[in-house]
């Protein structure tokens, strides 16, 4: 399989990075992940816009246009002739000197790869989650940036295999839900749908606003606040969101089975909707 490196299209096996990159030295970067269906990259314009609000905060050169972005993807889908995949967009500061200064570095390194994607998970089937021992900073300007950087996120997912679940909850430092490892969560409580605010320290996931754009079509009153531990497990649903796993129920938290409500599914429903009317 070909990608996109630098420009060029590479075969991934010869695919080669400096040992010197500060992606690989520092985490200095960004990335993006996009589902493919039949072809087609789901929400690729959102994705892309966020993968610009990053480079500028992280202050890295964006080297290509909004229209060569969107040609270099679609280009690599069709070279590869995927129909459903996952899409990964990389890109990091570059090539440096030693130490935190990034000065001198004005040739970002690039990579688009393609991966393979999991099915799409029957409505029905909940995952499993733990809480995390480890804290996320609420009011952290770089939340709002999908970074390279992702360590308390690794070691929340390691937690999670370890203790053989799907995924573990990440709690800011007040105590309040975030997000989990891999995806943004959500609770139905009564007929609303809560989900933490940015400023607790979540990532503004791109399914994430997609599904409040949803709920707000199918007339659902939605709300971004504080959701503390005890308050999920008293939550009459919980559903985890991201770009691959599209929308799973929780099942447990912590051992403790949750409810299950059927907004849950109504969503579940509607996002396969659009999904296919994009097609």
Avoid at 43 to 63: F, K, M, Q
Avoid at 140 to 160: C, G, H, Q, W, Y
Wanted: charged residues 20%; glycine residues 8%; contains cysteine.
């Amino acid at each position: 399989m070909d990608v996109f490196l630098n420009g060029e299209w590479t075969p991934e096996e010869q695919a080669t990075v400096s040992a010197f990159d500060r992606g690989f030295l520092y985490g200095d970067g960004v990335f993006e992940t996009v589902r493919i269906y039949q072809g087609h990259p789901f929400l690729l314009e959102r994705h892309l816009g966020r993968l610009a609000h990053g480079l500028s905060g992280l202050h890295i050169e964006d080297p290509f246009s909004f229209d060569e972005w969107t040609a270099h993807c679609r280009e690599l889908i069709a070279r590869n002739k995927v129909s459903d995949g996952i899409l990964r967009i990389h890109i990091t500061r570059g090539t440096g000197k030693r130490g935190y200064s990034s000065m001198g570095c004005s040739a970002p390194t690039v990579l688009i790869s393609l991966h393979d994607a999991p099915p799409v998970a029957d409505p029905k089937t909940c995952v499993n989650i733990i809480t995390a021992t480890g804290i996320l900073s609420d009011h952290d300007p770089l939340s709002t940036f999908k970074t390279a950087n992702k360590l308390v996120n690794i070691i929340a997912m390691r937690e999670a295999e370890q203790a053989e679940v799907h995924d573990a909850l990440l709690l800011n430092r007040n105590g309040h839900a975030t997000e989990t490892a891999a995806s943004n969560i959500f609770a139905v409580l009564d007929n609303d749908l809560a989900t933490p605010s940015l400023a607790s320290g979540c990532l503004g996931g791109i399914t994430r606003g997609y599904i409040l754009e949803l709920a707000a079509d199918l007339g659902i009153r939605t709300v971004q606040c504080d959701l503390p531990h005890d308050e999920l497990l008293l939550a009459d649903g919980l559903f985890l969101t991201n770009s691959v796993r599209e929308i799973q129920p929780i099942g447990t938290l912590d051992g403790h089975d949750i409810n299950q409500s059927p907004l849950t599914l109504k969503l579940q429903q509607t996002y396969r909707e659009r999904v296919q009317a994009a097609l």
